[in-house]
Nanobody, 117 residues
């Protein structure tokens, strides 16, 4: 199973970016796909999560109303639309897939998001 994260970059405060996490080797089903981030000197934190079977979503308070996680129709991929970005959103963003029956927990490589003030 491989997760490939992409879409990071440099953006000014107030701007937008869209991250994508492409999954290969496993088809979505009874799993939760999440985005985490880790800023320099800080612990990794969960940002957003979507459950594959019912599209239920959960967001951290820090991004609620600005970020949207969704499954890409027809693709084995999940996106994170990030709007109204703030300098404090600067971090390496990681995607994670966890099978809800406990059979697997997979991480992608990170993609760097830098928001300038």
């Amino acid at each position: 199973v491989q997760l490939q994260a992409s879409g990071g970059g440099l953006v000014q405060a107030g701007g937008s970016l869209r991250l994508s996490c492409a999954v290969s080797g496993l088809t979505f089903g009874n799993s939760a796909i999440a985005w985490f981030r880790q800023a320099p000197g800080k612990e990794r934190e969960g940002v957003a999560c979507i459950v594959s079977d019912n599209d239920d979503t959960v967001y951290s308070d820090s991004v609620k109303g600005r970020f949207t996680i969704s499954r890409d129709s027809g693709k084995n991929a999940v996106s994170l639309q990030m709007n109204n970005l703030k300098p404090e959103d600067t971090a390496v963003y990681y995607c994670n897939l966890r099978e809800l029956d406990g059979s697997g927990n997979y991480w992608g490589q990170g993609t760097l998001v830098t928001v300038s003030s």
